[in-house]
């Protein structure tokens, strides 16, 4: 910390870190992650084999470790190294999409936190990074990050997001639009927002809109979000003015490639708030303050909120953005998203 602000640059470079698959160290304590892991960065981090395995309590619930301990939903499980639990087998058990080839797994004790708040840290930084919450926990060597519980647990919330560039562009169908790209120093996305037509002294219509690569750019028929994008522009134009903020949260902020692998798991049957808990995310990761810092950076602090989510009406009151109104916005279904619609209105209460 400096000056009581989290160091987003020790965060940042955590996550890189993460992603390439070198260890670091929270408040001292090193940790590996599985996912980027090989047998050669597990040897100098691990040379005797006595790291632990550090998953979050939804994997521990689905490994059926709950007789042991009492898992809370995303909350850290210790799991004791045994001389058999290699890094094929680590990975198996991080990594739920590969259950239906690895389905004998254990038996495995579990053990008492030392650290809870470095390991509640430790489960955030992965899910920053966009990997999957799992580690190697306490073996040493040359750790590419340092940093402290705290400064993980208070990075990401956009605190200060900035209009990084702006200019006029014109869309098929739209041509009164621009485009505002957001940067921040701890927000690892680039958010950006199209303003269509000019404000007018009425609240912006405005839709939230969180980026689907399968959807919006490939059209795929497992969600809306393609036709929901499509819409909402529509939408916006007809109304005279108003703003969609594309914000970078893949996944519902799970991360592209978790993303597809709850695809696998969707395919084995599960549905999309079981599969992000398998994975050991929340069923929905999103935070709405970018959206809300966005807006204010516009000078809109009072709008028309296209959604039928009433957790983006809550997140955005709550960051103090005034909702006037929420507007519906429905889609018809296909035979391939049925299923995916059918569980945002049933278990995570979007009023379709």
């Known amino acids: 910390m400096s000056g009581g602000r989290p160091d987003a640059r020790d ?27 090989d047998e050669a960065r597990l040897a100098d981090f691990d040379s005797g084999g006595l790291s632990d395995i550090l998953l979050s309590g939804n994997r521990a619930a689905t490994l059926k470790l709950v007789n042991q301990i009492e898992a809370v939903p995303t ?13 094929a087998a680590a990975t198996a058990l991080a990594d739920p999409a590969l259950d239906l080839a690895t389905p004998l797994k254990g038996p495995f004790k579990t053990l008492p936190l030392s650290n809870g708040p470095v390991a509640e840290a430790a489960l955030r930084l992965a899910r920053l990074a966009g990997l999957l919450p799992a580690y190697f ?29 702006r200019a006029r562009l014109p869309l098929e169908g739209i041509e009164r639009s621009e485009i505002v790209a957001f940067r921040g120093d701890d927000d690892t996305g680039e958010h950006v927002a199209l303003l269509i037509g000019a404000p007018d002294g009425r ?22 979000c ?19 903020l594309y914000l970078r949260q893949e996944g519902r902020s799970i991360g592209l490639v ?94 379709l």
Not at 25 to 32: A, E, K, M
Not at 139 to 147: E, I
Not at 151 to 164: E, F, N, S, T
Not at 203 to 224: A, N, Y
């Open 11 to 37: 965060v940042a470079r955590a996550i890189d870190a993460l992603r390439r698959g070198w260890p670091i160290s929270i408040d001292s304590i090193g940790l590996l992650a599985i996912e980027t892991s």
């Open 258 to 351: 978790n993303k597809l692998r709850a695809y696998e798991l969707q395919d084995q049957g599960f549905d999309t708030v079981d599969a992000n808990l398998r994975l050991g995310f929340q069923d929905d990761e999103r935070d709405f303050a970018p959206a809300a810092r966005m807006l204010e950076r516009l000078g809109q602090r009072r709008v028309r909120l296209l959604t039928n989510n009433p957790r983006k009406v809550a997140a955005l009151q709550a960051e103090g953005i005034e909702v006037v109104e929420r507007v519906p916005h429905r889609m018809v279904a296909n035979p391939h998203n049925q299923r995916y619609l059918a569980t945002k209105r049933d278990r995570s209460g979007h009023q």
């Open 75 to 87: 909350a850290p499980v210790r799991i004791e190294r045994s001389p058999w639990l290699d890094l």
């Open 137 to 165: 926990v306490g073996g040493s060597g040359d750790f590419a990050a340092h940093l402290a519980a705290p400064d993980v647990m208070a990075a990401g919330h956009a605190r200060d997001l900035r209009i990084a560039a």
């Open 203 to 224: 609240p912006p219509l405005v839709r939230l809109h969180s980026e689907c690569l399968t959807g919006d750019v490939f059209g795929s028929l497992k969600c809306d």
């Open 226 to 244: 393609g036709p929901q994008l499509a819409a909402a522009l529509q939408s916006i134009d007809q109304a005279g003015w108003g703003i969609l």
